[in-house]
């Protein structure tokens, strides 16, 4: 499938190749040492990144999935989980253009845009994942603005924020109907960050809970008000999987090429180990699983730009691409024997970071709900639902 992209389009995916470049630098020590990629962070503030997803009239790029996907695909062929940290960044700061009403939310925005703070994306909770209305970390109104308790889980990047953007309920037991969107500085009294999870890998991600003890803050940190909040955080999340679908698709690539040079090198029993039969069509499996995960990829892509919803082609890209850079990659470390298992060649983070990748933003398992759910939708009178 060919994409046109537009000179502007070409400059973006330019500059996001420093910041691939700047990535790949530092990904594996990062991950091994548990902190955050910050020289790639420096790059694509300094490469004018920031604000992908936000308006153009509010001092954004809004740009195209199809050009993000691109984006996405360069940086999860270096680290998928190196290239979440960036873009939990961009929902937030679209979300504020869209949401806020204050003069406050147009300085902050402003701010984020400038690189000159950090925000993440603060949902789940230790009892709330996939059912994310579940949540139960509280905000209560005060004289002076809000108090909010509670607990947070699996914030990306969470020691690294510097304003947190946590959704919570306003009304006990409400669901949905009570959920609204707050921004909470990291120095407000009160809040603590866990030590980051020990995980299968990802550690560059610096994955920790976010403790909300008696936090007070003031009125204009309420960004989206009661009842839009689970809208809000759920509105970029066909993006968000064709996002994470486009990284394994990098991931899956590089493999590929890795094991395309072991194997054209490495010789056993006199000649070089790519000439047996066994070992060409395992690759051309994995070559053939890459340019289907591609072409879904690249089709929700489009579809969400043509018509702002794509959440049946995001759940099969998410799904097929997340199995398919899990398997490939298994494939391509055991086509290199014993060296397949050396960090040093790469792919076993590679494949740590996929295996994290089915969790991420929806798991398999809800992308099968998804696409169930409009499977039997021509149904519902005869499943009497
Ligand atoms: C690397 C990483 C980074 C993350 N970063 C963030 C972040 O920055 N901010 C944030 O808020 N969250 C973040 N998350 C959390 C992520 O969004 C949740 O892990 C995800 O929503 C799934 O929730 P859960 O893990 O609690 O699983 P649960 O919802 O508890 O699900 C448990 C199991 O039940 C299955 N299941 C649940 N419901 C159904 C159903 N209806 N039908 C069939 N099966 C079902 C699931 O598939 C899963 O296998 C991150 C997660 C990961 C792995």
């Not at 979300?95 to 204050?102: M, N, S």
């Not at 037991?173 to 603590?192: E, K, N, W, Y």
């Not at 909040?229 to 994470?244: E, K, M």
Request: proline share 4%; with cysteine.
């Amino acid at each position: 499938m060919s994409m046109s992209f537009s000179q502007d389009e070409q400059r973006l995916l330019e500059a996001n190749d420093c910041v691939v470049a700047a990535l790949a630098g530092v990904a594996a020590e990062c991950d091994r040492d548990r902190c955050p990629p910050r020289e790639a962070w420096t790059a694509y503030v300094a490469a004018g990144l920031k604000g992908l997803l936000t308006p153009k009239d509010k001092g954004g790029h809004a740009a195209r999935a199809a050009v993000m996907t691109r984006m996405s695909e360069a940086l999860g062929a270096v680290d998928p989980i190196g290239a979440i940290t960036f873009l939990p960044q961009e929902y937030c700061i679209a979300a504020i253009a869209q949401f806020g009403q204050h003069a406050w939310h147009d300085e902050i925005r402003a701010t984020l845009l400038a690189g000159a703070k950090t925000t993440g994306f603060v949902l789940t909770e230790p009892g709330a994942g996939s059912d994310a209305a579940r949540i139960t970390t509280l905000a209560s109104r005060t004289s002076e603005g809000w108090r909010i308790d509670g607990v947070k889980a699996w914030v990306t990047n969470a020691p690294y924020i510097d304003e947190y953007f946590v959704f919570v309920q306003t009304e006990a037991g409400s669901g949905a109907a009570g959920i609204a969107g707050f921004l909470v500085p990291r120095d407000a009294p009160g809040l603590t960050v866990s030590a980051p999870y020990e995980l299968l890998g990802g550690h560059i991600g610096n994955i920790c809970d976010l403790h909300l003890d008696d936090v007070r803050i003031a009125p204009e940190r309420l960004v989206v008000p009661p009842g839009m909040g689970l809208r809000a955080a759920l509105s970029a999340i066909d993006l968000a999987r064709i996002n994470v679908a486009a990284m394994c698709c990098g991931a899956l690539a590089t493999g590929l090429a890795v094991a395309l040079d072991y194997t054209t090198q490495r010789h056993a029993f006199g000649r070089p180990i790519a000439q047996f039969q066994g070992l060409q069509w395992q690759l051309a499996e994995v070559a053939t699983d890459l340019h289907a995960s591609r072409l879904m990829t690249y089709d929700a892509a489009d579809a969400l730009d043509q018509s702002g919803r794509a959440s049946v082609e995001a759940a099969h890209a998410k799904k097929f691409a997340t199995r398919a850079a899990l398997r490939g990659l298994d494939v391509c470390m055991s086509q290199m024997g014993a060296n397949g298992l050396k960090r040093d060649c790469g792919l076993p983070r590679l494949f740590e970071h996929v295996k994290i990748a089915h969790s991420l933003d929806g798991t398999t398992d809800i992308q099968n709900v998804v696409i169930s759910r409009a499977l039997l939708a021509p149904y519902r009178e005869r499943l009497g639902a």
